[in-house]
């Protein structure tokens, strides 16, 4: 069973940074209890006291990433690849029987707005091999800029690709999906599709770059 919004606790591992922040802000506004992972908790509260005064509400709270793992009913892991594999390893045990959303890009400096294909082929592949079974590992928000998140006034014009080999895993992060309000939740398949939904992010970044716009998305037509 999905857990009322105001009973599902949400850590966002990553929280401090450009797009987990926003996320975070989203979704302490719709009600979720939300909690910002750093490897610093010194950092991590500082940015969940700098989203509180936003929201007008102390309803965030920062910790390191690992008491905010375990004090999750869901994990959602949003920082540079670079960082992925060394976080996943740190809180490996935490996140067993839990729901792990990978917002994860596997970008590769300096040429961000070309394509790269890891080892693993996926980072969310790669993060349900590294954390097993025990862990239903559910890639998303990829495609979303981090600038139309923390624009509060504004709906989020963007589709959410979920990519994950398990359907009621995939259900509960539609619902997050769906509490941010403009997103719309589009089932894109088993996590091996994740390889093509990362991928587009770079696209992404290119077509931000080439038409100067702040964070292109994605729409799926026909779905109406």
């Not at 992972?37 to 309803?59: C, H």
């Not at 890009?105 to 993060?127: C, D, H, M």
């Not at 091999?129 to 559910?138: D, F, H, I």
């Not at 403009?182 to 894109?188: E, H, K, L, P």
Request: charged content about 20%; hydrophobic content about 45%.
């Amino acid at each position: 069973m999905v857990k009322d919004p105001k009973m599902l606790t949400i850590a966002v591992l990553g929280g401090t940074g450009k797009e987990g922040s926003g996320l975070v802000l989203r979704w302490a506004r719709s009600g979720y209890r939300v909690l910002i992972g750093s490897r610093s908790a010194e950092r991590a509260q500082n940015k969940a006291a700098e989203l509180n005064e936003i929201l007008g509400e102390a309803l965030i709270q920062g910790m390191d990433n690992v008491q905010a793992a375990a004090e999750a009913d869901l994990v959602v892991l949003s920082v540079p690849y670079a960082a992925h594999e060394a976080i996943l390893q740190s809180v490996k045990e935490q996140v067993q029987g839990k729901i792990l959303v990978d917002v994860t890009v596997p970008l590769k400096p300096p040429k961000i707005r070309t394509v790269y294909v890891p080892p693993g082929k996926a980072a969310s592949l790669e993060a349900q091999a590294l954390l097993g079974k025990g862990v239903r590992v559910v890639a998303a928000f990829q495609n979303v800029g981090a600038a139309h998140l923390k624009e509060l006034r504004h709906s989020v014009n963007c589709d959410v690709l979920m990519c994950g080999d398990d359907a009621e895993a995939k259900n509960e992060v539609a619902q997050l999906v769906e509490a941010i309000d403009g997103m719309r939740a589009v089932d894109a398949g088993p996590l091996a599709n994740a390889v093509a939904v990362e991928a587009l992010t770079p696209v992404l970044l290119y077509i931000n770059k080439r038409y100067k716009v702040a964070g292109a998305g994605i729409r799926i037509t026909g779905l109406e």
